[in-house]
């Protein structure tokens, strides 16, 4: 379709002649340096490697109670437009607010296919997954869901995912033979969920716009989907407030906010993990729209920080993970075609970042050892006490 | 099938030149790995639709690959010897549709986990080629001109911020007639050197008069073509089992008549202009990305030595439903976004241009229509700096010759 997928044109670089070599390793390593420089000086966080063992950090809250809560800031950002100099002004709540309250680390790859479903299975499952992207198909590997509820005993309700597009209905629960249906994540799909409530009303499509990397496609659903006549029961939103609220949201990550919100204070899951999508706009060439992408979900992320710390079940209690899928093409890369697209593979959008913040994670520290995106199953399964099994990542131990 | 197994039938269905030249050089072609000699082909089989500097790109490479010894081809291409293909891609009819192909090697690649091999190796053969065959300079240095913001009473941010460090800011520029300055420039490039594309108009909006002899391409000339695409895109999306690969599957065979476009008597320039919406990504929808990659193509395929671009406002962001959906209305533009969208595409119109061969004498202005400030690139102005001195735009120019 004209918003070309992550597999497209992998092959370009093949046909153009003006291509410069340079490593790949040696400028992720520089993404990482000028990462960790800036938040050093503006910032004034210490440098993790610069400690000479970590220190064990004492558990304020038993394992059992612990919360996580996972924000993909989603869409994929690059540096030059969120923590390089000039793209600071894009991350206000990130830098001013968040990053000083939690550890950073400053290198963060994924070697997998740079997809945005399939990127999210593989950040849920910690292995590089490779399910067709645009197919309504769930991961190969089990879920971070499901291993959370199996190993710990824990409810349907204590488990739940809330994510942009009908793509990711699938997300919750894997095929994988050790689980199966209902042992995962409930998925709750908040644009799924108001075009049933308006019956695709006009007055709320900014609201519905749909996944920008394939625009017209849209998956039969299938799987845990969380559907509109459970709102009343399980979020005690009735289908009038839900539409009446929705009216005054300006994009879709709102509404996923506003769902986020309401589960948070109705069932208060244990583990919640929430999609951002609104950068993908990217797709569509406008530079403009991108930048509004990245400066809303800036906003979003601290509001949802700001839920975490205000919800009596939340508060000091909840570990906060926020981090990219992956980067966005880099402009001197001429296999690409800079912030439009991520289709090349180069250092810079497999390069990303991610934040930990709240119980049990340290204040003010970068790590600029390399970190990669499947570790991230591991370490929070040694957070809450479950193993990964089939985890290709690893735990990070600065967050242990 | 495998490259070893090709015969001159096999070709029947290409384009007169293209199989021509596929004859030409049918024993190099049969040496090569499947892995490579796809993305050749995907070149090679539009041979009789390439722009002059495409076809002697592609003649000039097939030269030197046949000149290659035994030893040196393995040297270049063992890395793409060494890319494991599934059976079913052996099996694909890769001769007749070596896009599709490229496509299904791409997503291949991603999910066997050797992109990172192929990239490498794709940029060490790039690198051979450059080595053995060094480009050719513009007859003439090559002039880049990006016009932007029309419509904007005043920018809410500072503009050109990633070009100025490359070059002169201007804050103190005289506009009036600045467009039709600038255009006149252009046509009296046109007359000193007649290339055949050598010299572009490309317009995100409605275009002014020019000269006959300048290449034109603009949006709103398009815009009986960019409705029927939408029409047909929308009938293929309401059709059982279509999904995103089948669609773009779907766009990439349309031909400049599948959308309506009327013959203009230049069936490589009509192939162009399908290929901006039927390849492109927004380019359907939004001037901007229009107008960029419009650009981009132009400089990355033509290669010309003038082109101007001149961004238009686009319509303000809606669902892209509706987007995507013909509607008779005027759109609600949104102008002060299209300037910030035009300001990052003057600067990826100059990085595209500095690809091109020649980039240390090459030109670049930016200008921010009807207002005051633009910045100049070229090796006779100082890099980093700022002027006040009133200019008009054609003394701009001739400051950078």
């Known amino acids: ?325 992956f980067g966005r093409d880099a402009d001197d890369d001429s296999g690409g075609n800079g912030f439009q697209h991520h289709r090349t593979g180069d250092a810079l959008s497999r390069t990303t970042w991610m934040m930990a913040l709240g119980a049990g994670i340290r204040e003010g520290i970068v790590f600029d050892q390399p970190v990669e995106t499947i570790d991230l199953v591991p370490t929070l399964g040694s957070l809450m006490g479950f193993s990964a099994t089939f985890s290709r990542g690893k735990p990070i131990s600065a967050l242990l | 099938m495998l490259p070893g197994d090709l015969k001159p039938e096999l070709f029947s269905g290409y384009p007169p030149e293209a199989r021509q030249l596929v004859l030409d050089f049918l024993g190099t072609l049969k040496r090569l790995p499947l892995a490579f000699l796809s993305g050749l082909l995907r070149e090679v089989i539009d041979y009789d639709f390439r722009f002059p500097a495409e076809r002697k790109a592609v003649e000039k490479e097939l030269s030197t690959l046949s000149s290659l010894s035994a030893e040196q081809t393995k040297d270049w291409f063992h890395g793409f010897a060494e890319i494991q293909l599934s059976p079913q891609l052996e099996q694909f009819d890769w001769v007749n549709l070596p896009a599709q192909f490229v496509e299904q090697l791409s997503a291949h690649l991603w999910t066997t986990h050797q992109l990172d091999a192929f990239r490498k190796t794709a940029l060490a053969y790039a690198e051979h080629l450059r080595e053995r065959l060094p480009p050719d300079a513009p007859v003439v240095p090559r002039l880049g001109i990006a016009v932007i913001g029309e419509g904007v009473e005043s920018s809410p941010e500072p503009l050109f911020r990633k070009l100025r460090p490359h070059g002169a800011y201007f804050r103190n520029v005289q506009p009036e007639n600045g467009t039709a300055h600038l255009l006149e420039a252009v046509a009296a490039r046109v007359n000193a050197h007649p290339l055949s594309y050598g010299h572009w108009y490309i317009d995100g909006g409605q275009e002014l008069p020019h000269s006959p002899a300048i290449t034109c391409v603009s949006y709103k000339g398009l815009e009986p073509a960019r409705t029927t695409l939408l029409g047909k895109i929308q009938r293929e999306t309401k059709k059982a089992g279509m999904g995103p690969e089948a669609l773009r599957t779907i766009m990439a065979q349309m031909q400049p008549a599948d959308l309506g476009l009327v013959s203009s008597g230049d069936p490589v320039l009509d192939r162009f202009k399908a290929k901006l919406l039927t390849e492109g990504s927004g380019t359907q929808i939004f001037s901007t990305s229009f107008a960029q990659w419009a650009t981009r193509e132009a400089l990355r395929r033509a290669q010309p030595v003038t082109l101007l671009v001149r961004f238009a406002p686009r319509q303000r962001q809606k669902p892209m439903s509706e987007l995507l959906s013909p509607s008779p209305q005027a759109p609600e533009l949104d102008p002060v976004g299209s300037l910030m969208d035009a300001d990052m595409a003057a600067y990826y119109n100059w990085l595209n241009q500095q690809r091109l061969p020649g980039s240390a004498q090459s030109m670049f202005v930016a200008w921010f229509e009807n207002h005051n400030e633009a910045v100049a690139i070229s090796p006779s102005l100082p890099r980093g700096t700022e002027s006040s001195a009133a200019a008009t735009l054609p003394q701009l120019l001739s400051w950078m010759a």
């Not at chain 1, 520089?30 to 960790?36: D, E, H, I």
């Not at chain 1, 004492?58 to 059992?64: D, H, V, W």
């Not at chain 1, 289908?239 to 906010?257: I, K, Y």
């Open chain 1, 1 to 325: 379709m004209t918003f070309c997928s992550a597999k497209a044109d992998a092959c370009a670089p093949a046909r153009f002649s003006g291509i410069r070599a340079s490593s790949p390793c040696a400028l992720a390593r520089q993404l990482a340096l000028s990462r960790r420089e800036f938040l050093h000086s503006a910032a004034g966080l210490a440098l993790g490697s610069a400690l000479l063992r970590p220190v064990p950090l004492f558990r304020i809250t038993p394992q059992s109670k612990r919360k996580i809560v996972v924000i993909t800031f989603g869409g994929g950002a690059r540096d030059q437009e969120t923590f390089a100099p000039e793209g600071q002004a894009n991350i206000p709540h990130l830098i001013g607010e968040l990053i000083p309250q939690s550890t950073f680390f400053a290198q963060v790859t994924n070697r997998g296919i740079l997809g945005h479903y399939v990127a999210t299975a593989s950040l849920a499952t910690g292995n590089y997954e490779t399910v067709n992207n645009f197919a309504s198909l769930p991961p190969e590997s089990p879920t971070v869901f499901e291993y959370f509820r199996k190993q710990l005993r824990r409810p349907a309700s204590d488990a739940w995912v809330v994510a942009p597009s009908n793509g990711f209905n699938r997300i919750g629960e894997s095929n994988h033979r050790s689980f199966g249906f209902g042992t995962g994540a409930r998925v709750i799909l908040p644009k799924y969920l108001l075009s049933a409530a308006t019956s695709g009303s006009a007055d709320y499509g900014h609201l519905l716009r749909d996944s920008y990397e394939t625009p017209l496609y849209a998956p039969e659903l299938g799987g845990n989907t969380f559907e509109l006549d459970q709102m009343e029961d399980i979020l005690k939103l009735s289908v009038d407030d839900f539409r009446t609220h929705a009216r005054n949201l300006s994009s879709p990550d709102e509404l996923s906010v506003y769902v986020v919100r309401q589960l948070m204070r109705q069932l208060a899951p244990s583990l919640l993990w929430v999609t951002m999508h609104d950068i993908d706009i990217a797709h569509a060439g406008a530079y403009s729209l991108y930048i509004e992408g990245i400066r809303r979900t800036d906003r979003l992320s601290a509001e949802l920080w700001n839920v975490i710390q205000n919800e009596p079940e939340y508060r000091g209690k909840t570990t906060l993970f926020i981090l990219p899928d």
